[in-house]
């Protein structure tokens, strides 16, 4: 069974960055597209970038040119550089594959506050 593992989330002021990983097991990982997704408190879950088999990306307008998502298959990760963070940036960040998906994993804690 397919296994996500979301880390590198912490509390960051704004105008900071963090680094977050997603490992992922029990899959050829390298046949997925991959995607980064987001959920605030009282918000639904959303889609903020995806990344095809190739390694193209593509972002949501909210983090275009702060966020930037990538992928290393022979370490079956991917990975989501976040700079310029803000404080509506805050939520729980979990990776899947896309469009359809796996079980999510437990998600990492994003907080951006002075």
């Known amino acids: 069974q397919v296994q996500l593992v979301e880390s590198g989330g912490g509390l960051v002021q704004p105008g900071g960055s963090l680094r977050l990983s997603c490992a992922v097991s029990?899959?050829?990982?390298?046949?997925?597209?991959m995607a980064w997704y987001r959920q605030a408190p009282g918000n639904r879950r959303e889609w903020v970038a995806l990344?095809?088999?190739?390694?193209?990306?593509t972002y949501d307008d909210s983090v275009k040119g702060r966020f930037t998502i990538s992928r290393d298959n022979a370490k079956n990760t991917v990975y989501l550089q976040m700079n310029s963070l803000k404080p509506e940036d805050t939520a729980v960040y979990y990776c899947?594959?896309?469009?359809?998906?796996?079980?999510w994993g437990q998600g990492t804690q994003v907080t951006v506050s002075s």
């Open positions: 029990g899959t050829t990982f390298s046949f997925y597209e």
């Open positions: 990344i095809t088999r190739g390694g193209a990306p």
């Open positions: 899947n594959k896309f469009p359809s998906l796996w079980s």
